[in-house]
């Protein structure tokens, strides 16, 4: 099986402010559906009011981080799937109750994990 990244950025979700209840108890809907069908590793929101920072291997903590990982934010959903259809399939669930288009990701396969 296949760990799979579906997310979305926070400026994809363009909706009502209204709406959002509505979102949100969709999205969890689908969020325990991936759960009672076995799939559900893990998911959240960024919270994109905590800055990021970086950190070395010395232990240094530096505010900031990578230039072109500045925007990520939104919502994401790691599900361990059979195929990229399942993953295509789960997405499209959560599309519709986003509300937004959502990115499928493969994660590559490390039997270690």
């Known amino acids: ?53 970086m950190v070395d291997g010395a232990g240094t903590v530096i505010e900031g981080t990578y230039p072109q990982t500045r925007q990520i934010e939104g919502g994401y959903a790691v599900l361990e799937l059979p195929s990229r ?10 599309a519709a109750a986003c509300r937004c288009a959502q990115e499928v990701r493969a994660f590559m396969d490390d039997p270690a994990s």
């Open 85 to 94: 259809e399942a993953a295509l399939e789960w997405a499209a669930k959560m």
């Open 1 to 53: 099986m296949t760990k799979y990244l579906i997310s979305f950025p926070s400026s994809a979700m363009v909706l009502p402010a209204g709406d959002l209840p509505a979102v949100a108890e969709a999205a969890h809907t689908v969020m325990q559906e991936a759960k009672d069908a076995g799939v559900w590793v893990f998911g959240g929101g960024i919270d994109e009011n905590i800055r990021p920072v």
